[in-house]
């Protein structure tokens, strides 16, 4: 067109900014919305229509560029454009992403203002994106308010409006959804399904689920999905909460019977809930069944593994080990560090660092609390799990447990297992001994451990268990009358030799 003399005009702009965004191609649909300002010899400059804007509008969101979207946006305002239902959307889009609760209202004010109700489209963007700035209430009213206007749910209003129940833990909600649906024959999809299914895992609702699993293998029932991996993954997971490792097991054979090829997540279920269920060679065929189906381990199942070393003994233990160590020998090598009384602190620091760097950030401290269960559980020598956990600590894993304030000193347990817990507070009561020792350093008015409180029906949690810990190690940490799962104590009730002596008794765990 450029060499026949032909002028580029707003609609080729358009279709070529279009034609780059729908290929992901951002870079270069920048490069011709900025082209459409910047006139030359063969290409005079050209005004964006509406459709152009809503566009680029979601180009730049789509490359992050918050700023410029609501540049583009006042500016294209500003010309006497009027925003279409693209452009909400995207907008709508953009501000969830960010958790921007402001920029949500701004999108409802800018619709009043310019007289746009919203169409499916935008009313999906919208309750989206409240869903991620945590907003179950608002996002029930629109609903209420999308039906009242007429405008017919969808599969995907119904996904995401489970999605926020259930973020919200609010079950029956979601529950009551799904039953509205099904009176009026609404079709379903396996995203709606499976997310309502995963629901029921996270807030404990073992029957519905159940139930709602059972239409999905009704065969007379066509508007509902058939069960895939992530159905059975859901339904796995039910049964690995309550602890059921008979029905967690036979759901997995019965998937894989259906031909439906488990993914990894179902393996580390299973062989987590059969580990707690003290099915220790069970756990181990599950996992050797899977290799020669062409499992590739990830670092959760092995963190998983290890969880499992932690509560097996004698040749079971060994059994596991010797699974592990076919994919990450390293593990099992610091483990066999660890139980041998003669290894040095030097010797564990290296073999710790070497498991560290061959794992992926966010496993690194769920296997350090691991390594330190297997330390109480196993009998191992008694200053491991401590040096575990100082050397730990120098790489940063549990760096933010301690909190100080001028009144108060805070002990944050919650991302620690019931070893690591006690293994840290023993480590806070030292460092709270040795601080009580100094001169001119006196101690602060109160003290306060935080364990957190599981809201999972059937979790449970660090708090019962620690409970227990301080009754059997006779510190004068309480349960405190205004926050569940804290424990709390003052400098009057602390006393220094006491301190020093919790830490030295070195008591065994009972898990």
Not at 109 to 134: C, D, S
Request: charged content about 25%; aromatic content about 8%.
């Amino acid at each position: 067109m450029l060499d026949s003399g032909v002028p580029l005009d707003n609609i080729t702009y358009s279709t070529l900014i279009t034609a780059a965004r729908r290929c992901r191609q951002f870079a270069k649909a920048v490069e011709w919305f900025e082209r459409m300002y910047s006139p030359s010899p063969d290409a005079p400059a050209v005004l964006p229509d509406e459709v152009t804007y809503s566009a680029v509008l979601d180009v730049y969101a789509q490359l992050g560029m918050k700023e410029e979207v609501l540049a583009l946006f006042d500016r294209a305002r500003g010309s006497g454009w009027k925003p279409d239902h693209v452009a909400f959307a995207v907008l709508a889009k953009m501000f969830g992403e960010a958790g921007d609760y402001d920029g949500i209202q701004l999108v409802f004010r800018e619709m009043r203002e310019v007289g746009v109700r919203p169409n499916i489209f935008v009313y999906n963007a919208l309750l989206e994106a409240l869903g991620k700035t945590g907003k179950p209430g608002l996002a029930r009213s629109l609903f209420e308010e999308m039906v009242a206007q007429g405008v017919e749910p969808n599969a995907r209003t119904h996904t995401a409006l489970a999605k926020i129940y259930g973020r919200a833990r609010w079950g029956r909600d979601a529950l009551q959804l799904w039953d509205q649906m099904r009176a009026k024959k609404v079709p379903a999809d396996s995203i709606l399904c499976n997310t309502l299914l995963s629901m029921c895992a996270d807030v404990g609702l073992v029957a519905e689920a159940e139930q709602l699993f059972g239409e999905m293998k009704d065969p007379k029932l066509d508007d509902v999905p058939k069960p895939d991996k992530w159905s059975y993954t859901a339904m796995i997971n039910i049964y690995g909460s309550i602890k059921d490792a008979d029905r967690a097991l036979q759901l997995f054979v019965e998937m894989l019977e259906a031909g439906i090829e488990a993914n990894i997540m179902s393996y580390t279920i299973v062989i987590q809930c059969l580990g707690k269920a003290n099915r220790i060679r069970d756990a181990v065929e599950v996992l050797e069944a899977g290799l020669e189906r062409g499992l590739r381990p990830d670092d959760r199942l092995c963190g998983c593994l290890l969880s499992v070393v932690a509560l097996s003994t004698g040749d079971e233990t060994e059994l596991v080990l010797a699974s592990l160590e076919k994919f990450n020998p390293n593990l099992v090598k610091l483990v066999r560090t660890l139980g041998d009384a003669q290894a040095t602190t030097d010797e564990i620091k290296e073999e710790l660092k070497a498991m560290l760097n061959g794992a992926d950030s966010e496993v690194r401290r769920p296997y350090c609390n691991c390594l330190i269960d297997i330390c109480h559980n196993h009998g191992l020598p008694p200053q491991r799990a401590g040096q575990l956990f100082r050397l730990a600590q120098g790489y940063g894993l549990y760096s933010k447990l301690h909190i100080r304030k001028d009144n108060e000193w805070l002990l944050d347990l919650r991302s620690l297992s019931i070893g690591a817990a006690k293994t840290a507070f023993d480590d806070w009561m030292s460092t709270l001994s040795d601080h009580a020792a100094a001169q001119g350093q006196p101690l602060p008015q109160s003290f306060n451990v935080f364990t957190g409180s599981s809201t999972h029906k059937f979790a449970q949690g660090l708090a019962s268990a620690f409970a227990a810990l301080l009754e059997e190690m006779a510190v004068p940490f309480r349960p405190s009358e205004s926050q569940v799962g804290s424990f709390v104590s003052s400098r009057d009730e602390v006393r220094p030799e006491m301190m020093a002596q919790s830490y030295t008794d070195g008591y065994v765990l009972k898990f």
